[in-house]
């Protein structure tokens, strides 16, 4: 079966950055399951593993436009020290309320009564490049499909 909208596929995959440092990986692990065509993974990796099947090996390069986008000076703010309790170090994470929901930000400096916190993805801006080995494709589930991810190894449990 070939990886089309709509199929539950697992891949063993490497991440790396530009720099050639491992990102993240799934050796040593279970095959990562997604659901093609629902958002499960960046757009650039679905759209290179498209039409492929089960045993194929696949290099792909993805620009942060089909990643995690560019990098959004607007979401890179500062912020009186005041709003946070207790310490507050760089590194630290916070989940933020906006108008768009909740979002994860991160604190990139701590300097006097500011804080400068970043809620760009920390991928925002990179270009990635994966390493990919196909490891299954079969049909989704109907409740798959309902619920828009994988069930069952490698994927969801309810």
């Not at 799934?26 to 629902?38: E, I, K, R, V």
């Amino acid at each position: 079966m070939q990886i089309a909208r709509d199929a539950v596929v697992l891949i063993h995959y490497t991440l790396k950055n530009d720099a050639g440092e491992v990102l993240d990986s799934s050796a040593g692990h279970d095959p990562l399951a997604y659901l093609q065509g629902h958002g499960n993974i960046i757009p650039g990796l679905e759209e290179a593993l498209e039409g492929k099947v089960a045993g194929d090996k696949v290099l792909a390069t993805i620009p942060p436009e089909k990643a995690y986008g560019v990098k959004d000076a607007s979401l890179i703010q500062q912020v009186p020290r005041r709003a946070f309790q207790g310490e507050v170090r760089a590194g630290m994470q916070f989940t933020a309320s906006t108008e768009a929901g909740p979002r994860t930000v991160v604190v990139t400096r701590v300097q006097g009564d500011m804080v400068t916190v970043d809620g760009n993805h920390s991928l925002a801006g990179q270009t990635l490049h994966f390493d990919v080995e196909v490891t299954e494709v079969r049909a989704a589930s109907e409740e798959e499909l309902t619920h828009g991810h994988v069930h069952g190894p490698g994927g969801h449990h309810h």
